[in-house]
């Protein structure tokens, strides 16, 4: 009687098997969860972070490798995070300059994974895998960055919309503009909060229990 998708994208796939009443709930957060997490950025570094599952890691981490491993280069307080897969250090991240400030993590609890995402002062959402997949997406992964006021850079596929509807973060495609906006946001801390601070004004907007109603009225519909 009923079916609810996250993103616009998968509502099209699920109607192409011929199922009519359809309805997009986008993905949100749960500002309770968020609410004892400390911001809590790294006072003897800047932390350039991305977080995400092995699925579509290598795919969209190996276009921006270039750009983030020059920025890292040419700003010695610069450290890079990387949260859920390990690997990628040793595949993309070898240059013996930026070794020591590329740190890896493996997939962690829901409670350390919030606290490692308040450490960061700039969060990476890249996406370049298939478009297909890329469009069911949802921006899920920029929301728990601004719930945290920080600043996201991101490709235009999966969350460009979000970013520029939000005034959050800057949206990226080439590897000239990941450098630009990346060394833009490294090299001054007041546009990053700012980016921050516009990104954490969007989040009134986007939190379940901001949203509640929306979800009631629509597990209501078929029974009306």
Not at 45 to 72: N, Q
Not at 159 to 184: F, H, K, M, N
Request: aromatic residues 10%.
């Amino acid at each position: 009687d009923l079916v609810t998708v996250s993103t616009e994208s998968l509502r099209k796939t699920y109607r192409g098997w011929g199922i009519q009443n359809i309805v997009v709930l986008p993905n949100q957060e749960k500002e309770g969860e968020w609410r004892g997490v400390v911001r809590a950025p790294l006072l003897s570094r800047m932390v350039i972070g991305w977080a995400g599952g092995i699925s579509h890691a290598f795919t969209d981490i190996e276009p921006i490798v270039k750009p983030v491993t020059r920025v890292l280069k040419e700003n010695p307080q610069a450290h890079l995070h990387l949260i859920g897969v390990v690997e990628l250090k040793g595949k993309f991240f070898t240059d013996k300059d930026i070794q020591d400030r590329v740190f890896c993590e493996p997939w962690q609890g829901w409670e350390n994974y919030k606290e490692m995402i308040a450490e960061f002062d700039i969060s990476l959402a890249p996406s370049y895998a298939k478009k297909r997949f890329a469009m069911g997406k949802s921006d899920i992964r920029c929301l728990q960055s601004w719930i945290n006021g920080i600043p996201v850079l991101a490709s235009d596929l999966t969350y460009g919309e979000s970013v520029r509807r939000s005034q959050g973060g800057i949206v990226c495609q080439t590897e000239r503009e990941w450098y630009d906006a990346l060394t833009l946001l490294v090299t001054n801390p007041d546009l990053r909060r700012a980016y921050g601070k516009r990104g954490k004004q969007y989040m009134e907007f986007r939190t379940y229990e901001g949203n509640t109603e929306q979800w009631l009225q629509t597990y209501r519909s078929p029974l009306n």
